[in-house]
């Protein structure tokens, strides 16, 4: 565990502000930023003493940065509201080398995003876990609310904050020992029938691990140092599905998983297990309920955080309770209904409900009910399940593929020319008779939103193309900026969601995605909503600009899944951002991919939110009838005007994103700052580096040059220091880390920094 610097585990690290814009932007985004003195205390912007409790002494990352004094760092207050924990490993001078080994295997196993602590000696390893109260251990420390985390910007390992629930989870659990004890929730009778839970599980957004998990495929991944973390995350998947213990059991054991000895002689293994999801869950409850108890305010963003999963759920494909019972088929309805996809893995899917496409085994295991009778060379009479026997006639329907295609029926050729099963199926609509009435929200809420009508018109017309014409993807996409938030874009995308149920990606976490190139979120999807965005930050934001461009451009796209099958899909996929940030997207004055919108800074009073968000609540009897009258607004618009191929144009909002978006030069000042060997620079070396020529050469154009040299630098903390003397010769002088050291250097300490003759 070595720093990637100059600095070695032995030495306090440098503040520096350059390094704090290296902070993963999810943990920037959060306005749960204080100041940290020299004492390690948290302090407000104002000076005072900031609660780990009080939200009101928190403020944003950039207010926090701009407030802070030289001696001064920054730290992130963890909270149960936010999804983040932070594990802190500190190590001393006397560490034993096995207790350094823990550390590292701790580190690597974790995978998230790490950076060094302040004193250059520990660790923090911050990943997407919650564990309720905070636990300490043999110099292990994981909190997850309720803690002050300095935070440093030293990267060790620079990778997004990944979700590490379970592996943090049984970490925590043996940390605490039998002595811990929690409060577990209650055994709740069963509700639905197993097929049902295991149905759900595959539908969910997670389904690729469940399936992975459920055909014992857990060895080589980091997340899984043995099989007891792979039976827990199982087991947690299934615990979110049925509160009754005894089914969450009975359905892990009839996966690979559950067949081992220590899960099938006793309950003993299982029990142990089950009762850290369910005393994970006690401390989830017991959090909301103190929450509910006194602080309202967090009710309605906690079941807003519910909706809007929901929202997610329906926007990856709907749930239908009655669908879900696995059918029962005899082998006549099997060689109509089923699909054999013969790729590099093989799986069987059903043709009225392709998305649902698992492995022979676990199709064996849902239709195993059905049972037919066959003799055998011998001339007995056995039963035999209709699958297997299913998979062995010759009459099966047979693919080799798995696509996407709006525009083609259920068989066609996927972009390779093989042929293939096609995921769209045009789901059915019925128009309300009032639909002209009930649209009036929507549209209102739009118009709100857009205030320039010409730009309004536009966006519905775009909105109006995906419902006519799904299959074929428009030039221009969009970006949204409010410079405040709960304005109600989150509604829009919410409707959304709902109106083109199981092809919107809602929250489609664009980053991860670009950083690990899995993208299986995006299959089947006619629009992609990104909420929060802001990638104005260094070399990454452009490298992500370009990525992102090939994303909306490309006219097929590879959908790589984490876990599951890889398939070639039509790229027909819509990207709605949205930002409260002008540097949120690198674009410069010739795009021609998006446009851009200017939402309102004011939000409409609470009560319209909740008339709004009571139109699309599941619970509403009537959410249907407004989501339908939605859709047929969007079919009957005329779109004879609409210009697919129309580029995007540049209005006033858009020409303050070009201005936000950051220069090479800027670029290459951060990089300066981060990499250069010495701490201060000469005025003409620092020219040279950023402008790619020395001053004395660069004629007419050196004068408007030097000018931007100032706020290139302020943008990357590079601050100008006085002139001084050295052997006769004046020196102009440049900070490139620490200039409150620097100011108050001696000529001779400035010029030994130099590397000057003495």
Request: hydrophobic share 35%; charged share 25%; proline share 6%.
């Amino acid at each position: 565990m070595e720093p990637n610097n100059t600095n070695t585990v032995h030495e306090t690290i440098e503040r520096s502000p350059a390094d704090w814009q290296r902070i993963p932007a999810e943990l920037r985004q959060r306005p749960q930023w204080v100041l940290a003195g020299p004492d390690k205390s948290p302090r407000t912007v104002n000076g005072a003493h900031a609660s780990s409790t009080d939200p009101t002494t928190w403020a944003s990352f950039d207010a926090v940065c701009a407030a802070a004094k030289p001696e001064q760092f920054i730290g992130y207050m963890l909270s149960a509201d936010d999804p983040f924990a932070c594990i802190d490993l500190d190590v001393k001078d006397d560490m034993p080398p096995e207790r350094m080994e823990l550390y590292q295997n701790i580190v690597s196993t974790l995978g998230s995003y790490s950076e060094f602590s302040r004193s250059g000696r520990g660790m923090h390893v911050w990943v997407r876990a919650n564990i309720g109260p905070g636990c300490k251990r043999d110099g292990v420390e994981v909190y997850s609310q309720e803690r002050f985390i300095i935070c440093t910007g030293n990267v060790y390992i620079d990778r997004p904050i990944e979700d590490r629930q379970d592996i943090v989870a049984n970490m925590v659990s043996q940390m605490r020992g039998p002595e811990h004890s929690t409060q577990p929730l209650e055994d709740q009778p069963q509700v639905e029938a197993d097929e049902v839970v295991i149905e759900r599980a595959m539908r969910a957004a997670n389904a690729d691990k469940f399936i992975s998990l459920a055909r014992g495929e857990w060895r080589g991944k980091p997340e899984y140092p043995s099989q007891s973390e792979a039976d827990l995350a199982l087991i947690s998947i299934l615990a979110f599905y049925s509160r009754n213990n005894d089914q969450v059991k009975r359905i892990f054991r009839l996966t690979e998983l559950g067949k081992r000895e220590k899960a099938i002689k006793n309950d003993r293994y299982l029990n142990l297990t089950l009762g850290k999801v369910r005393g994970r869950q006690a401390t989830e409850k017991a959090q909301y309920e103190a929450v509910a108890a006194g602080m309202k305010p967090r009710i309605d963003a906690l079941l807003r955080q519910e909706m809007r999963y929901q929202f997610r759920q329906i926007g990856e494909g709907e749930i239908d309770v009655k669908a879900l019972h696995p059918p029962t088929m005899d082998l006549a309805t099997m060689l109509s209904s089923l699909v054999l996809i013969s790729a590099e893995k093989t799986l069987v899917a059903f043709r009225d409900r392709p998305a649902i496409s698992i492995g022979p085994g676990g199709m064996g295991t849902l239709l195993s009910h059905n049972l037919v009778k066959v003799e055998t060379p011998q001339g007995q009479v056995r039963w035999k399940p209709t699958f297997d026997v299913w998979l062995q006639d010759p009459k099966k329907i047979t693919a080799y593929k798995i696509t996407f295609d709006p525009r083609a029926g259920e068989f066609c050729n996927s972009p390779d020319q093989r042929l293939a099963l096609n995921l769209w199926r045009p789901r059915p609509h019925t128009t309300p008779h009032d639909w002209q009435e009930r649209v009036k929200p929507f549209r209102d809420h739009v118009a709100y939103l857009i205030p320039v009508p010409e730009e309004c018109q536009r966006f519905l017309d775009w909105l109006a193309h995906i419902e006519q014409v799904p299959g074929e993807l428009p030039h221009a996409h969009y970006l949204m900026i409010a410079t405040s938030q709960g304005v109600g874009r989150g509604w829009l995308s919410s409707l959304l969601a709902c109106v083109w149920a199981g092809h919107v990606a809602l929250d489609f976490d664009l980053k991860q995605s670009l950083n690990s190139g899995f993208n299986g979120q995006l299959s089947r999807k006619l629009l992609a909503v990104v909420d929060e965005i802001n990638e104005g930050g260094m070399n990454e934001r452009w490298q992500h600009s370009e990525k992102l461009k090939s994303m909306v451009t490309t006219t097929e796209r590879f959908i790589n899944v984490k876990y599951g099958l890889q398939q070639s899909e039509v790229n027909c996929c819509r990207f709605l951002l949205n930002s409260n940030y002008e540097s949120a997207l690198p674009l410069h004055v010739g795009d021609r991919r998006w446009n851009v919108i200017r939402n309102p800074s004011d939000p409409l009073p609470s009560d319209y939110y909740k008339k709004l968000y009571w139109l699309i609540n599941p619970r509403n009897p009537e959410s249907s009838l407004f989501v339908a009258s939605v859709r047929e607004a969007l079919r009957q618009r005329d779109l004879s005007k609409f210009n697919p191929g129309e580029r995007a144009v540049m209005n006033e909002a858009k020409e303050a994103v070009v201005a936000a978006s950051m220069t090479t030069e800027d670029e290459k000042a951060a990089e300066l700052a981060r990499n250069y060997p010495q701490a201060v620079i000469t005025a003409e070396h620092l020219f040279h580096y950023l402008f790619g020529f020395a001053p004395q050469n660069g004629g007419d154009d050196t004068s408007r040059k030097w000018k931007l040299l100032a706020p290139i630098a302020a943008k990357a903390g590079i601050e100008k220091l006085k002139e001084f003397v050295w052997k006769s010769h004046r020196y102009k002088t440049w900070a490139l880390r620490n200039p409150q050291r620097w100011k108050q250097a001696r000529p001779d300490e400035l010029a030994r920094e130099l590397q000057l003759e003495f």
